[in-house]
């Protein structure tokens, strides 16, 4: 079991330290679990503290939200580009 004040550490060091490169939650909980650590919150604190890197969220998939909506420009006549 591991003492709570030491969570942020061991995510911060499964997440983006030497070993870590930057996976998503259920990635860096499962490094967690595989170097023989565990404590009860531990997908739950994996999935908000990647939620809230900044590095993450730069080099995340766009969601439907953040795309620019299509809007098609009629053409009166052939061949009419504007």
């Known amino acids: 079991?591991?003492?709570?004040h030491e969570h942020?550490?061991?995510i911060e060091e499964a997440h983006k330290g030497s070993a870590g490169g930057n996976y998503a939650g259920d990635a860096t909980a499962c490094k967690i679990l595989m170097a023989g650590l565990w404590w009860e919150t531990l997908?739950?604190?994996?999935?908000?503290?990647?939620?809230?890197c900044d590095h993450c969220q730069h080099i995340g998939k766009l969601g439907k939200r953040d795309e620019m909506p299509l809007?098609?420009?009629p053409s009166t006549e052939p061949f009419e580009k504007w």
């Open 71 to 73: 809007h098609p420009i």
């Open 8 to 10: 942020l550490t061991i």
């Open 43 to 52: 997908y739950k604190d994996c999935k908000d503290y990647c939620k809230a």
């Open 1 to 4: 079991c591991v003492l709570e």
